[in-house]
């Protein structure tokens, strides 16, 4: 981030300092007073708490960038322009737009940057310059289809030349590739620049890419006689049925390529980062079905690739996700302009199953997520991906003019789990803007979201919120009873994220589309931070779908009302249980005192004689003195959403109305879970215990 970028970043949140001031009487669980201005800029990388994981994790932080600063690529003098006379005879003339309303006759260039790169990779590397000047198309345009990178080469795109992606999508332009679509691994067009188990790779310089979605989308042929539509459902299907993934071959039109790209050697699963041993070119498996492809490809996908660079480039117009890693490491997006507001599956940059990411300086304008980090769906997810982790996200500019997304977000394609992103420096805006950060995840992926920081970020305008958790998002495609999993979203830490007066939202920071009782988010901190809004944090918290927090902690959060000026100080920390709750059974004298499960140790099952009971405990109100009046006891039994009858009473002990298991279920696994929630205002807590009865427990 340059100073003058920084400098304004402090000028915005001094300034919501500033325009704080005498609030009226709190609401429960709020204080009255004014927040404390915090550092914000690339240069302040410490905070109050950084090393006890309250705020940030500076030791991850620093191994992050270490690590790919140690592996940014570095290449040979050795130069290859792609308008050298010894390419010339490759250049020829096409038409733009096959099958397409708008088309044209070009200059083609594809086959001439593919033999720069393979002239340079072979050589021993360099970089291959695409120069301003030189083009018979003029105007410093090149027109293309696929390229790809080889190992120890440098695309560099200089500032003034453009290269133009012609809208035919035939895999004589786009040649079938290993790729993946919604998180979902298949054979399909090559991403528009793209590269396979490759090293030391770069895209760089000052010029523009453009994919020509403001032209015309991809007119996507019919398939060819005998050929089945290979859509959604289709790949869906193939990966519930866990086909294997060479047998997932999408051509353009239902043709059989002769040969498609097989990995071997690839590291185990958990950390199949990078490189495989090696990759070999054979026909598809006897008797695999090939279908007509109905996906477009991503712009740039660098596959199961390591020490990887993309700086400075401009991307407009993209037919699909943007930047998108895949199974890599050690990866620096650095200073890219991200540009499209032409449809809504436009995520500007997407890791997913990376390691060692860091994404700095980028301006991302879309009108889907900025950055949305992933890990795989479903039965890929679990079965074959690694999780992406340790992901830098910092100094980058988002804009979001219309789509109601989210500068960053987590999923929903996270089978494979997500943890260790830390996120700073960043600026939020644009009348699309929803949230700076959305957590999305549901009972059908598996995974883990986990070890989650935003921290000095300035948001000048948001439709919503700060922070949007859905753990019920939307599933397509899916079998009836696929969703046999716990969402599992934990230590998510927000401080010094600060709104500008421009925000206008009607919201509350916090926007619960869903979470379950079975498993609560957990560790949710937020603290320093400033929102202008007209509603209240209570109202976050309002539906009953929308209070399943474990140890939700707010520290010196102020709202501030735009129509009063009235400011709101909110500080809480979660109530709790003492350490006796148990089960009473009719005709038996003792109860069976119940154990929490917890993350640390998360199989925790209480062992019932019988399958009907009544919950007992007592809450800690020596520690929460103001808990009650006012406050509420709910408890839940694994998936209903309506609680069983509570009393609560004046001293904090509560017993609840009988309860019975019901083993019957497509989603048993040995234990029944039984939610006690308790909430007053901000103040909420969740305290799950899994049990299980007679025959139903399975040791």
């Known amino acids: 981030m340059s100073l003058t970028a920084r400098n304004r970043m402090l000028a915005l949140t001094a300034a919501v300092a500033l325009l704080m001031g005498v609030a009226t009487a709190p609401a429960q669980g709020a204080s009255v007073g004014s927040a404390r201005a915090s550092n914000v800029g690339l240069a302040a990388h410490a905070s109050p708490a950084a090393n ?4 940030w994790n500076q030791r991850v932080y620093d ?6 600063a140690n592996h940014k690529p570095s290449f040979p003098a050795r130069q290859c322009d792609i308008t050298d006379p010894r390419y010339a005879g490759m250049i020829r003339q096409v038409v733009d737009g096959q099958g397409s309303s708008v088309t044209s006759t070009v200059w083609y260039y594809g086959d001439a940057i593919n033999a720069a790169i393979k002239a340079c990779h072979a050589a021993g590397g360099g970089t291959v310059i695409i120069p301003p000047a030189g083009s018979l198309n003029g105007g410093g345009v090149y027109y293309s289809g696929a390229i790809t990178l080889l190992s120890n080469v440098d695309l560099r795109v200089e500032t003034g030349a453009t290269v133009k992606f012609v809208r035919n999508p035939s895999n004589a332009f786009y040649p079938v590739v290993l790729t993946s ?6 054979y399909n067009f090559s991403p528009l620049i793209y590269a396979l188990n490759q090293h030391n790779i770069a895209l760089t310089g000052g010029g523009t890419l453009d994919a020509q979605y403001n032209v015309s989308p991809w007119q996507l042929p019919p398939p060819m006689p005998g050929a089945q539509a290979g859509t959604s459902t289709v790949l869906s299907d193939m990966n519930y049925g866990n086909v294997p993934v060479d047998q997932r071959i999408f051509s353009d039109d239902g043709h059989m390529p002769a040969r498609i790209p097989e990995l071997s050697g690839c590291p185990a699963q ?13 026909p598809a498996p006897a008797g695999t079905v090939a279908y007509s492809s109905t996906f477009a490809p991503q712009f740039v996908e660098f596959n199961h690739s390591a020490d990887i660079l993309i700086e400075g480039v401009h991307l ?12 890599s490491r050690d990866v620096l997006i650095d200073g890219v302009t991200v540009d499209d507001t032409a449809h809504l599956t436009d995520d500007g940059i997407d890791p997913e199953s990376c390691a060692d990411v860091v994404i700095e300086n980028n301006s991302v304008t879309t009108l889907d997520d900025g950055v949305a980090v992933k890990s795989g769906k479903d039965e890929d997810g679990r079965d074959l991906r690694a999780p992406s982790e340790n992901i830098v996200i910092q100094g980058n500019t988002f804009d979001n003019p219309s789509g109601g997304s989210a500068s960053i977000s987590i999923g929903s394609e996270m089978s494979g789990g997500v943890w260790n992103v830390l996120a700073q420096d960043n600026q939020s805006g644009g009348a699309g803007t929803a949230f700076v950060l959305k957590i999305k995840t549901n009972s059908y992926r598996g995974g883990v979201v986990r070890d989650i920081y935003v921290r000095n970020a300035v948001v000048t305008q948001t439709i919503r919120g700060i922070v949007n958790f859905d753990t019920n998002y939307a599933e397509g495609g899916a079998p009836p009873d696929g969703d046999v999993f716990n969402p599992m979203i934990h230590d998510i830490y927000i401080d010094n994220v600060n709104a500008t007066p421009t925000v206008t939202t009607s919201y509350p920071p916090f926007v619960i589309y869903s979470d379950v009782s079975r498993t609560p988010i957990q560790n949710v901190y937020y603290a320093n931070s400033v929102f202008y809004t007209t509603s209240t944090f209570e109202s976050a918290f309002s539906a009953t779908i929308a209070k399943f927090f474990a140890h939700l902690v707010i520290r010196n959060v102020s709202f501030i009302n735009p129509r009063t000026g009235t400011v709101t100080v909110y500080n809480t920390a979660p109530v709790s249980l003492m350490n006796d709750t148990a089960a009473t059974f009719s005709g038996r004298a003792t109860p069976v005192r119940l154990t929490a499960a917890s993350l640390r140790h998360p199989d925790l099952v209480s062992k019932l004689p019988s399958d009907t009971f009544t919950i007992s405990g007592q809450l800690d109100l020596a520690a929460s003195p103001g808990f009650l009046p006012g406050g509420s006891v709910a408890i839940f039994v694994d998936r209903q959403t309506t609680p069983i009858p509570v009393t609560l009473n004046p001293d904090g002990s509560f017993t609840s109305g009988p309860i019975t298991l019901n083993d019957d279920q497509y989603w048993y696994q040995g234990r029944h879970y039984i939610a006690v929630n308790f909430y007053n205002g901000v103040d909420i807590n969740t305290t799950v215990y899994q049990v299980c009865s007679a025959s139903g427990c399975l040791n």
């Open 316 to 327: 407009v117009n993209t037919q699909f996700w943007q930047v998108h890693p895949l199974n």
């Open 63 to 68: 191994a992050v960038t270490r690590s790919v």
């Open 52 to 55: 006890t994981g309250d705020y």
């Open 181 to 186: 679509n919604g998180g979902i691994d298949l």
């Open 270 to 282: 958990s950390r199949d980062w990078g490189p495989c041993a090696a990759v070999k070119y054979a």
